[in-house]
């Protein structure tokens, strides 16, 4: 089946408070579109965002780095391939590298360093592209390139991968005896380190080296979300059990790109609203405010550590909010957020 079209809400990096350096660009949103790449500036201390500004690009599936400058998408038009791209501080793209052309890629991710990308790539049959069987793992700066075994099974869409909040791992999705499967490898030699059954990746931290998944199916109270170690086969412990996520909360959480404060979505007498915790305190919720989206349970994303952005999954409506205040500073019809630069 043909990939089509797709936008995805994706995280950035954040500057520290304060006003940049004369010599350097002022932080920025980026954002992208049907058209391009947008960029709006930002002002501290306040966040406010300023008036935006177009660059006709035309590449989709865009996976940006935290500095905001190294992104991962997909060529524009019918050529599925796969192109790194290195954008300016005015949202200009400067350089651009192609790997080697292939006929069906999907699922593009970066990992947080802005270091390495990986794809996913399937067979070309005579109805379409199959199921991915390769997974792409490439260095920025170098073009190294490891081929990963994809699992088995890995959706009509696509394998979707997630690097690990250092980048020493890769966590692909699969599915094996009809349940969903996270194969992790190690990005520094390819070996497959482990198959995880009924889980989804996360971007929550974890200490010692380990990765937190999602459990998909039934699970014990408190065990909803589960560390697991990557190098061994011991068995997933749950992760935080005064945390006691509903299934469809534990497939919105997610961590701020510093790694201290979680957000996920909860509906309250039929509004879903965005909630905050510390990491180190998860049981000291905060409740942000309404998710200004459309109907159903919207997803999360961390656009940097002040703003979340919130994407319903019906209508494809969006917002994002100010982390200090939960106050609205983007609503639709806008183009979704893509990340920071600066």
Known sequence: MALGPRVAVVLGLLLAIGAAPAAADPPSLLVTGPRGLYRAEVTAPHDRVLAFRLRRTGYGDVEVSPSGRILVAR?????????????????????????????????????????????????????????????HLATVDTGARLDLPAPALAGMFGTRSAFSRDGSLLLSTGRIQHRSVVRIFDTATGAVLRDVPRSWPTNLPAPGGRVVVRVVGPARPGCRLVAVDPRSGAAPTCWDRSRRLTPSAA????????????????????????????VRRPAHERVLGPARTGPGRPRVHWVGNRFLATVSPEDDSRAVLRVRDGRVVWQDPPPPFYGWSG
Do not use: F, K
């Open 251 to 278: 497939r919105t959480i997610s961590a701020s790109p510093d790694g201290r404060t979680l957000a996920w979505t909860e509906v309250r007498h039929g509004t879903s609203y965005v909630v905050l915790a510390p």
């Open 75 to 135: 060529a524009p038009g019918l050529d599925l391939n796969v192109r790194v791209l290195e954008v300016g501080g005015d949202g200009a793209v400067v350089r651009v590298a192609e790997p080697p052309p292939e006929s069906c890629l999907s699922h593009t991710a970066i990992s947080p360093d802005g270091r390495q990308v990986s794809w996913a790539a399937a067979p070309q049959g005579p109805e379409g592209c199959g199921h991915p069987t390769t997974i």
